[in-house]
């Protein structure tokens, strides 16, 4: 399976990214893993949030695969459990898509045009997650969706 992350922002702190790091050398067994960072847009500087959350869009567009299953990661989304997850991307697999990305948006969220091209929204609850944690967050739920999928220790 080719798994894309496409992420609003660079992973400024070296926490964030040493967490996200780990979690890509650990998925480096399950999958083929890319992660896109596209630059966040400051608002004060495009002129306004819309326009910040365009130019992010086109950004993410851009970056996403032609042939991708894009599952954006939105807080109004479906609430999955970890096993939910294992079991959407097990499904993906068993009909034939190969290629999902999943999307996390900027500060001030993502575009109309990025919500269109989303196949599915999900969510990791109702709290709000910084987009530095969140994609933590992705990185690891993927990782623990492919350890429950191979029934392997690590999920409890």
């Not at 567009?61 to 459990?81: F, M, N, T, Y």
Request: aromatic share 6%; hydrophobic share 40%.
């Amino acid at each position: 399976m080719n798994i894309e992350v496409v992420a609003v922002g660079k992973l400024k702190e070296h926490f964030w990214a040493d967490a996200c790091a780990e979690y890509i050398k650990r998925l480096r067994g399950y999958c083929t893993l890319a992660v896109r960072e596209v630059p966040d847009r400051d608002p004060r500087i495009c002129g306004g949030e819309e326009a910040s959350r365009t130019l992010e869009g086109k950004g993410i567009l851009d970056a996403l695969p032609s042939r991708a299953h894009v599952i954006l990661l939105d807080i109004q989304g479906k609430a999955l459990s970890s096993e939910d997850i294992a079991a959407r991307l097990d499904d993906l697999k068993l009909s034939g898509i190969s290629d999902v990305a999943f999307v996390i948006g900027g500060s001030d969220g993502v575009s109309a045009d990025v919500r269109a091209r989303a196949d599915e929204r999900v969510s990791f609850g109702r709290i709000t997650l910084p987009h530095n944690l969140a994609r933590v967050v992705a990185l690891e739920q993927i990782y623990r969706a492919f350890k429950i999928s191979r029934h392997e220790p690590y999920h409890k």
